[in-house]
């Protein structure tokens, strides 16, 4: 007791927090009591002077809510109940009161007794409007936690409690109080007797509808407004009381709020029609349809519209509950959903109105609402725009007829995917005279795509159409297509969209039907240089049949398919002399393939992983034939067709199992190094078994060394399981980065050498540690920095350098530093510096090789480790001067390093980084400065970048851009057309008096960029010329 009394006398005389820990731990330990801090505090609590009282009772609630619950049995709980209560009468303990009672109510000692005490004893003495937010929030929340711990108590309370509480709650206006009054509203409205109250209960409730609350900046509560309107309609649906109560407030609300006040009300609204119960919404249909239907055939906004039509569907809902189950039969609708009905289809009678698009809409709307009403809907309505297409006397009107017929199939399908399986499809009795309709429609080009739109929602219906209607549909497309292949104007066209809801349907009746016609369309040769009429064809072709045949019934048919066209080019009975448009269609074929097969892959198909064993041998068949064994130069020893053949590759390669890999890699790799081929290829094209298959030897062309790339491509893809069948991974790769140093002639021969290094490094750097080690050492010596090498070879050798940097630094491996590191060493070397500082940029930008699907290892955060480390050093190389040579690398590198880089992770620098862009600006090369620009660009996009830096840096900037736009002064498209996407960003993003000085200057010379020969730059041209004419209005 004594330590007790000390430790009260000490905290009321410095207020310390020390104290109130301390006798907490000591209740804690059992070396004192509550009661004994009670008694400790007597002539304290007693005192006359008022701010003693208050500390006497503001320590008590501190201890309190140190104490721990167990320390707290009922007795004493029942005494500081009493205790707190009786200081609710003193004004100047209410409020330390208040938080006594806060931690008191949560405890499990606290009785029922204490309950109906403290809930008397506040209704009686805390008078709400003398307190502050924040101890007007406590009352809330002791009322609260009463409500969730004792509710019972306070349900036999009833009356008192309601009337008390009304009283307490009026008024409020904080929205953090709000958020626990309306919690403590939605209770009492649904688990109380309030028939006596519901007035009373309204006025408090929906005096606060709609929500106008908008959060301050910086908030410390973090409440939004959204929040508040969500609490607020639980408490306005919580009751069917209400309904007749706060109808009429809906709709005064409706007819004359804001846009915003108007969405809340129609959201709030839906959600109150199911409680309010059918006999209350059928009283008022007519005055709800009439306030709905302004906003629907009037909409002031399209978001308004929406939610007004998603409103009339719970009307009638709730109006028609009771055939919900959808037994009533069509004739017996009657009511607010026939009148309407009638209403719409009246207005449809003039399918070209405007008012036509809103009465579909809502009868739309109605195919989503009961099964009866739904059926009521299709019935008068389908019926009714069949006859007005079949109207001879105004076939004009038969395109907007299929426009509202299509919305309102695409509805019925929409509610049709909503049901059980098997259930009735309301459509059924329709489809004949659909289907004889728009076979019609789709031999008029005018009505030709609405009707497409009709068939693809008939399409798409489950178990709408059956096997030999979708058959007659794809016969009808086909005539289309053999009559106007025009219709095939890309992948996304109508005709497409419909047959690639078909495959999955009914792939038999696109297999046989559509693609010979399609396949038959390609032809044999490539188009002449001046047919372009031929060649857009030939795309839009291959375009399709990209999307079509996705799935495994229709791609096998492709790929066999256009394999043999591919043979037919590269192989022709007669060479032509121009190579070049048998390259392009060749290689616009396996970019279709590729395309296909990826899109294949990112779905999952499990048909993938078969193609090993026939599309992968094909390819390396043409490709190892023609450079190999091929008399004649074909044209399959273009590089680019030799690429697009390992990406193909790689996608498939990728989708084996780590078993499937092993056996295959055993194969490539007895191929490439032993020569036996066979293993691995498949054709029409006898390869003689003569020639020496050796792409990495030494008497090779060029063609026989590209081939090495569709080597690399099976490499890329393997899973980081799979051990490569050499003897010594180091020995390899330190072989194939020699290769690439010393043999490969061509970008696509190292590229390819130096990703499937990367990609090993990554994977298996625990088996490459060897030449991992090897490199820091031998190869930076003799192949990086040593001189007497030619500049070009010394170039690549940092290329495959920064290959296998990357490798490294995704995966974040321990050597990676010291690879990244020996960058800097080389800034001095005008020889290889510039190519070096690019390097940083090229490290963290993504690509293709080291990516997920490819199983690389990469580890979280990389890119923000890496550039979080270098940054700070690549900014004080570029600032420092004193050795000039050194510090452009720098800026090289800094350049290249945040075009690649997320925003996020240099924008907080960017005070430093604006005078260092400028600086890049002025660089010769022009990809460097388009990446300078770019990064501009992407500072100013999104969020709020700081305009007093922009500001400060404005007139450099602009003038800068300007000289950078012009012809006459920069010859590169690119570069113009950045310099003046950035010149039109400039004035959204600084103020209007620094760049007002500037507007007549600045208008002058875009002038001259609008004579830009390129159009693109002449349309950036217009568009910034228009944002600067909008300066200062």
């Known amino acids: 007791m004594e330590s007790t009394e000390r430790l009260v006398r000490t905290w009321m005389a410095s207020g310390r927090d020390e104290e109130v820990r301390e006798t907490a731990s000591e209740i804690a330990n059992g070396k004192t009591t509550l009661l004994n801090v009670v008694k400790a505090l007597g002539e304290y609590l007693t005192s006359e002077e008022d701010g003693v009282r208050t500390k006497g009772v503001e320590f008590l609630s501190s201890v309190l809510k140190l104490c721990p619950p167990e320390k707290l049995n009922r007795q004493s709980a029942r005494v500081l109940a009493k205790f707190y209560c009786s200081k609710l009468e003193d004004f100047d303990t209410i409020i330390p009161a208040l938080k006594g009672l806060d931690t008191l109510t949560a405890l499990p000692s606290f009785t029922e007794e204490d309950v109906l005490d403290t809930v008397n004893a506040i209704f009686k003495h805390v008078r709400m409007k003398a307190l502050a937010q924040n101890n007007r929030f406590l009352v809330f929340t002791i009322i609260d936690t009463l409500m969730a711990r004792h509710r019972d108590v306070m349900k036999n309370m009833n009356d008192s409690f309601i009337s008390q509480y009304v009283v307490l709650a009026e008024g409020e206006k904080d929205p953090r109080n709000l958020l626990v009054a309306f919690a403590i509203a939605r209770v009492v409205l649904i688990e109380f007797d309030i028939a006596d109250f519901v007035e009373s209960l309204h006025d408090i409730v929906f005096c606060y509808f709609p929500i106008m609350f908008r959060p301050p900046p910086n908030d410390p509560y973090g409440i939004t407004t959204e929040e508040l309107r969500l609490a607020l309609r639980r408490c306005l649906c919580a009751t069917p009381l209400f309904g007749p109560l706060t109808l009429p407030g809906f709709l005064e609300k409706l007819i004359a709020g804001s846009p915003a006040v108007k969405q809340d009300t129609l959201e709030t609204m839906s959600e109150c029609f199911p409680v309010y119960g059918s006999a209350l919404a059928q009283s008022n249909a007519r005055k709800l349809w009439n306030a709905l239907k302004l906003e629907i055939f009037q909409p002031t906004d399209p978001v308004t519209e929406a939610k007004a039509l998603t409103t009339t569907q719970d009307l009638v809902k709730t109006i028609y509950s009771d055939n919900s189950d959808g037994q009533a039969?069509?004739?017996?609708?009657?009511?607010?959903?026939?009148?309407?009905?009638?209403?719409?289809?009246?207005?449809?009678?003039?399918?070209?109105?405007?008012?036509?698009?809103?009465?579909?809409?809502?009868?739309?709307?109605?195919?989503?609402?009961?099964?009866?009403?739904?059926?009521?809907?299709?019935?008068?309505?389908?019926?009714?725009?069949?006859?007005?297409?079949?109207?001879?006397?105004?076939?004009?009107?038969?395109?907007?007829?299929?426009?509202?017929?299509?919305?309102?199939?695409?509805?019925?399908?929409?509610?049709?995917?909503?049901?059980?399986?098997?259930?009735?499809?309301?459509?059924?009795?329709?489809?004949?005279?659909?289907l004889g309709i728009l076979s019609s429609g789709l031999k008029t080009p005018s009505s030709r795509q609405p009707t497409l739109a009709c068939l693809l929602g008939l399409v798409s219906t489950k178990n709408l159409l059956s096997v030999e209607e979708i058959g007659f549909i794809v016969h009808n497309i086909n005539e289309i297509l053999e009559s106007d292949p025009q219709d095939i104007d890309d992948s996304s066209s109508p005709i497409i969209k419909l047959l690639s809801s078909i495959t999955a349907l009914s792939p038999h009746h696109i297999r046989e039907q559509t693609l010979p016609l399609l396949f038959g369309s390609l032809p044999d040769r490539a188009p002449e240089r001046n047919a372009a009429a031929d060649r857009v064809k030939l795309w839009r072709t291959l375009s399709a049949l990209s999307t079509l045949c996705t799935e495994p019934e229709l791609f096998e048919t492709f790929v066999i398919r256009l394999l043999t066209k591919l043979d037919l080019l590269c192989f022709p009975a007669m060479a032509d002399a121009d190579k070049e448009p048998a390259a392009a269609y060749a290689h616009s074929i396996l970019t279709t393939i590729y395309q296909t097969v990826l899109a294949k892959a990112e779905d999952g198909h499990a048909d993938v992983p078969k193609y090993i064993e026939s599309l992968v041998p094909r390819l390396f068949h043409l490709f190892i034939y023609s450079a190999f064994a091929f008399d004649n130069d074909s044209v399959a020893n273009d590089p680019k067709l030799v690429a697009t053949g390992g990406h193909i590759i790689t996608v498939i390669v990728r989708s084996l199992t780590q078993q499937r890999q092993e056996s295959y890699e055993s194969d490539l790799f007895s191929a490439y190094m032993d020569g036996n081929f066979k293993n691995i290829t498949e054709g029409q094209q006898k390869i003689p078994p003569s020639i020496s298959f050796r792409p990495f030897g030494n008497s090779t062309t060029p063609a026989q060394r590209n081939i090495v790339s569709l080597f690399s491509a099976a490499i890329i893809g393997l899973r980081k399981e799979v051990k490569l069948p050499v003897s010594d991974?180091?020995?390899?790769?330190?072989?194939?980065?020699?290769?690439?140093?010393?043999?490969?002639?061509?970008?696509?021969?190292?590229?390819?050498?130096?990703?499937?290094?990367?990609?090993?490094?990554?994977?298996?750097?625990?088996?490459?540690?060897?030449?991992?080690?090897?490199?820091?050492?031998?190869?930076?010596?003799?192949?990086?920095?040593?001189?007497?090498?030619?500049?070009?070879?010394?170039?690549?050798?940092?290329?495959?350098?920064?290959?296998?940097?990357?490798?490294?630094?995704?995966?974040?491996?321990?050597?990676?530093?010291?690879?990244?590191?020996?960058?800097?060493?080389?800034?001095?070397?005008?020889?290889?510096?510039?190519?070096?500082?690019?390097?940083?940029?090229?490290?963290?930008?993504?690509?293709?090789?080291?990516?997920?699907?490819?199983?690389?290892?990469?580890?979280?955060?990389?890119?923000?480790?890496?550039?979080?480390?270098?940054?700070?050093?690549?900014?004080?190389?570029?600032?420092?001067?004193?050795?000039?040579?050194?510090?452009?690398?720098?800026?090289?590198?800094?350049?290249?390093?945040?075009?690649s880089a997320p925003k996020a992770l240099y924008s907080h620098k960017m005070s430093e980084l604006i005078p260092l862009l400028i600086r890049g600006l002025d660089l010769p090369e022009n990809a460097i400065r388009v990446k300078v620009i770019d990064t501009f660009l992407a500072v100013a996009e999104g969020g709020s970048p700081d305009k007093s830096l922009v500001s400060e840096h404005a007139p450099s900037l602009v003038n800068t851009m300007l000289k950078n736009s012009l012809l006459q002064e920069m010859p590169s498209v690119k570069v113009r057309i950045s310099a003046l996407k950035y010149l039109g960003v400039i004035p959204d993003i600084v103020r209007s008096d620094v760049l007002l000085p500037l507007k007549v200057h600045v208008i002058k010379e875009l002038d001259k960029a609008l004579d830009d020969p390129k159009r693109l730059v002449r349309k950036e041209a217009v568009d910034a010329r228009t944002s600067w004419f909008k300066l200062g209005g």
């Not at 020699?738 to 625990?766: C, F, G, M, P, Y």
């Not at 001189?787 to 350098?801: D, F, I, M, Q, Y």
């Open 329 to 434: 039969e069509d004739q017996e609708i009657e009511g607010l959903a026939k009148d309407v009905c009638e209403e719409c289809i009246t207005i449809l009678r003039e399918p070209d109105k405007s008012q036509a698009k809103s009465a579909i809409k809502v009868l739309c709307a109605f195919t989503s609402t009961t099964p009866a009403i739904s059926r009521y809907t299709l019935s008068q309505t389908v019926p009714h725009l069949i006859g007005l297409f079949t109207r001879p006397d105004d076939t004009s009107s038969r395109p907007s007829v299929l426009l509202l017929l299509s919305d309102l199939i695409s509805a019925a399908r929409d509610d049709c995917m909503e049901k059980a399986e098997g259930s009735e499809v309301a459509l059924t009795p329709y489809k004949d005279e659909l």
């Open 729 to 899: 991974t180091s020995v390899f790769l330190t072989d194939m980065l020699d290769w690439s140093l010393s043999k490969a002639d061509n970008d696509l021969q190292r590229t390819a050498v130096w990703q499937a290094i990367s990609s090993i490094s990554n994977k298996r750097a625990e088996d490459a540690l060897t030449f991992l080690q090897a490199n820091l050492e031998a190869f930076w010596s003799n192949k990086i920095v040593d001189h007497s090498l030619s500049s070009e070879t010394r170039e690549h050798a940092v290329k495959g350098w920064i290959w296998i940097s990357k490798a490294l630094v995704v995966s974040n491996h321990t050597m990676s530093s010291s690879y990244t590191e020996r960058l800097f060493e080389v800034f001095s070397d005008e020889s290889i510096n510039w190519v070096a500082a690019k390097g940083f940029g090229d490290i963290v930008s993504t690509n293709d090789i080291l990516t997920k699907q490819n199983h690389a290892i990469i580890k979280l955060l990389y890119a923000q480790k890496f550039v979080t480390k270098l940054l700070p050093r690549i900014v004080d190389g570029a600032k420092d001067s004193s050795k000039p040579q050194e510090q452009v690398a720098h800026l090289v590198a800094l350049t290249s390093l945040i075009s």
